[in-house]
């Protein structure tokens, strides 16, 4: 079996190599990611274990369409699991931005899901489109 190469520690280690950002409250980690892109945010999944679910808590979604999307269906898709898998979560603000595509139906074709999701379900305080 390969052995695993171990990453050069990044600028959010210290001279002993603790991960300084990882060490802050979950609550914080949580705030500034909520200034992300919801894509984005999601992808930060990976960076730590200690930021495997983090994203699942974060008090605002920003959906817009983001690089690697490959259309109408694939925004739907991702928007879709975004909700389901943040299971309730409340929140602050929700702000969807989105362009048509050249079939806005196909674009918006679950906005009314999702805006009753996030004002029912997830008690958001500020909604934007």
């Known amino acids: 079996?390969?052995?695993?190469?171990?990453?050069?520690?990044?600028?959010?280690?210290?001279?002993?190599g603790e991960d300084r950002?990882?060490?802050?409250?979950d609550a914080l980690l949580q705030h500034a990611l909520s200034f992300l892109p919801s894509h984005d945010a999601v992808c930060t999944c990976v960076l730590a274990r200690h930021w495997r679910h983090q994203w699942e808590s974060v008090p605002a979604l920003r959906i817009s369409?983001?690089?690697g999307c490959r259309g109408a269906?694939?925004?739907?898709?991702f928007v879709n699991h975004l909700l389901i898998l943040r299971n309730r979560s409340p929140l602050d603000q929700y702000n969807i931005e989105c362009y048509d595509y050249g079939d806005s139906f196909k674009v918006f074709r679950n906005i009314g899901l999702w805006i009753w999701y996030v004002v029912v379900l997830c008690k958001v305080r500020a909604l934007r489109v």
Not at 3 to 16: H, M, P, Q, V
């Open 1 to 16: 079996m390969a052995e695993r190469k171990k990453l050069k520690a990044s600028a959010t280690t210290d001279d002993d």
């Open 21 to 25: 950002i990882s060490a802050l409250p």
């Open 65 to 67: 369409v983001f690089p």
């Open 73 to 77: 269906q694939h925004l739907n898709d």
